[in-house]
């Protein structure tokens, strides 16, 4: 396991720019990696995406010098476990909503005696070949290992206070959309009060010394988050494309 430059830039106060990508192919992680992007956000939640093709796009990550995060379909420590051990360096989980959950997810994260994680020689310590030994290795992950839960629903905002207090947590991640939706408003994220109930919520995770995260559409977007105060912005891989490729069109026009 190697330096997680993209937690080192957050607690330094610097932001991340990534792409969440629902994509099984390593190549699309490999080129995101060389286009210069912080980091490469496996989605396996809304994808196919199995823990088996886990590992090839870790490799691709390391490869090109991106570092690979996964969104995990679900709060199951056995199910992180296999995500973490493939060399995922920070997991992003959706629909945190209460004290418990987010405790949860910590636990499934760190290994003792900040978690539970259960140990074995795998590739995220180099198969215990490397230059560190277990117990080396284990302080090493519980420093590095970055832990995004996500805030996707109004039963997370109710709780926000609480949820910032949970020891081990880095930050939390805006879902506009499912937001949006739980707020009552079906057809998306651009109402006024789901803007200020977002502002709202990055002012209180950056208050208790937190990292906010949310979605970015373009460059412009990112860059007016990050005056905010949002550090970790996002875009989806289909999104980038069908930027660029609408950027590309206008040569026909």
Do not use: W
């Not at 959309?177 to 009060?193: F, I, K, N, T, V």
């Not at 412009?220 to 069908?242: E, P, Y």
Request: charged share 20%.
């Amino acid at each position: 396991m190697k330096q997680n430059i993209v937690k080192t830039r957050l607690k330094n106060s610097q932001p991340v720019l990534g792409v969440l990508s629902n994509s099984s192919d390593p190549t699309v992680a490999e080129l995101c990696g060389f286009s210069g992007l912080d980091f490469y956000m496996i989605d396996g939640e809304h994808s196919p995406i199995t823990t088996a093709q886990v590992q090839d796009i870790v490799r691709a990550c390391e490869l090109s010098g991106i570092t690979p995060l996964a969104r995990v379909r679900g709060n199951d420590p056995k199910l992180v476990l296999q995500f973490l051990d493939a060399g995922v360096m920070g997991i992003m989980m959706p629909a945190i909503s209460t004290v418990a959950e987010a405790e949860a997810l910590v636990q499934a994260v760190k290994y003792p005696p900040l978690g539970a994680r259960g140990f074995a020689p795998v590739r995220a310590n180099e198969y215990l070949l490397g230059g560190m030994n277990q117990g080396e290795y284990v302080n090493f992950a519980n420093e590095q290992i970055l832990i995004l839960p996500q805030i996707e629903d109004k039963e997370a905002i109710d709780n926000l206070d609480d949820l910032l207090t949970v020891e081990g947590i880095d930050g939390f991640v805006i879902g506009p959309r499912d937001l949006a939706m739980s707020m009552g408003y079906y057809d998306g994220p651009g109402h006024d009060e789901v803007k200020r109930t977002i502002a709202g919520v990055v002012e209180k995770i950056r208050k208790a010394g937190l990292i906010a995260g949310t979605t970015a559409a373009t460059g412009d977007q990112a860059r007016a988050l990050i005056d905010r105060g949002v550090l970790f912005c996002l875009n989806s891989f289909a999104g980038l494309l069908k930027s660029a490729a609408s950027d590309f069109m206008k040569g026909r026009a």
